[in-house]
């Protein structure tokens, strides 16, 4: 059976995520920042016919749903629920379950993924350049000279709106960080947190400046700011689809965990 869930519905929805907190970090950090009664989020849940068990969640945020599982769930049902939304433009999650769901949607654009977990951050290695520097916290008075930097990026570049807003919103509500170094006053490399929870972080917008790559500078932010999560006993994730980049991600201590699945709708 699939019903909506409610505040009622929190204990249930934090125990079956819970079991798993990295993969789930988008859900825990949206049920603890926003709850169930948001205009722009709502969660369905399928319970166990014979025991009642909460045992699958289908989170939309926005245009964006995310679906998790244990074991066997209502494909089907879950499907219809997307393709039923008003906005409905990306399944995210993953890949297994997200590759179940794929079968009964179409799709106009896929991206996949690897998923890393950090728990122990590894000791310094070589010298890092960034040494050199002061790193600096972001507030929401940095928002446009961070993402000035992130417009330089090709990576980056095409989304710079949602970019600034997204960045915005993670600072005012408390879900993320940014953590950036600069030079003759311009940001030259930067690093941010998202979808931060009670356990667990998520990377994202690692950048450096063209001209000052190679000096370590995203290792030196990346070690301050996992390491500060961590302290905070937040288990760290990110994604990534670069072996390079996942070369430097694993000298710190992140080892792979599975795949992530982005299916644009």
């Not at 991206?111 to 310094?124: V, W, Y």
């Not at 008075?141 to 417009?151: I, K, P, T, W």
């Not at 953590?179 to 690692?206: C, H, P, R």
Request: aromatic fraction near 10%; hydrophobic fraction near 40%.
């Amino acid at each position: 059976m699939i019903r909506k869930l409610t505040e009622a519905d929190r204990e249930s929805v934090m125990m079956l995520v819970g079991r798993e907190p990295s993969l789930n970090l988008f859900i825990i950090a949206d049920v603890e920042n926003f709850g169930f009664e948001s205009d722009f989020q709502e969660l369905w849940g399928e319970f166990d016919a014979v025991d009642g068990r909460l045992k699958a969640v289908l989170l939309r945020y926005d245009g964006s749903y995310l679906p998790y599982a244990e074991g066997e769930f209502d494909v089907q049902g879950f499907a219809e629920l997307v393709l039923s939304g008003k906005k409905k433009e990306m399944l995210s999650g993953s890949s297994p379950i997200v590759d179940r769901l794929a079968q009964k949607i179409s799709f106009t654009k896929e991206k996949r993924l690897f998923f890393a977990e950090l728990i122990t951050l590894q000791e310094k290695g070589e010298t890092e350049a960034g040494m050199n520097f002061q790193i600096n916290q972001a507030g929401v008075e940095d928002v446009e000279a961070v993402c000035s930097l992130l417009d330089q990026i090709q990576e980056f570049s095409s989304s710079a709106e949602s970019m600034r807003s997204g960045m915005q919103r993670r600072l005012e509500t408390r879900t993320g960080r940014s953590y950036f170094v600069e030079k003759d006053g311009k940001v030259i490399a930067v690093v941010s947190s998202t979808a931060e929870n009670s356990l667990s972080a998520m990377i994202v917008g690692v950048a450096t400046h063209p001209e000052y790559r190679g000096q370590g500078l995203a290792s030196y932010l990346m070690r301050r700011l996992c390491a500060d999560l961590l302290a905070e006993n937040r288990t760290v994730c990110l994604f990534y689809d670069n072996p390079v980049a996942g070369a430097i991600y694993k000298r710190l201590g992140f080892k792979d965990i599975g795949g992530w699945s982005m299916m644009h709708i």
